[in-house]
């Protein structure tokens, strides 16, 4: 299962309603815009250096959030 079927799943309207509320999704979430956003096709795409959100908003680890450079 890929990242973004996660998410699409974890807001489902079939899910469990703390399934969003979940630490690790909101990581996964949090991972996942910082780094990828959909065109207007509806296409996944990268962000490039300049898309990126400032250093200091986003976490570079999943593993430790508080980490930054």
């Known amino acids: ?6 998410l699409t799943a974890a807001w489902a309207a079939s899910a ?6 979940l630490p690790q999704v909101e990581i996964l979430r949090q991972a996942w815009v910082h780094h ?10 990268w962000r490039d250096g300049h898309a990126l959100p400032p250093a200091h908003l986003r976490f ?5 959030t508080d980490t930054h450079y």
Do not use: K, N, Q, V
């Open 1 to 6: 299962m890929t990242a973004r079927e996660i």
């Open 16 to 21: 469990p309603p703390h399934l969003p509320l």
């Open 36 to 45: 990828y956003f959909s065109d207007a096709r509806g296409r996944l795409r």
């Open 60 to 64: 570079d680890s999943p593993y430790d």
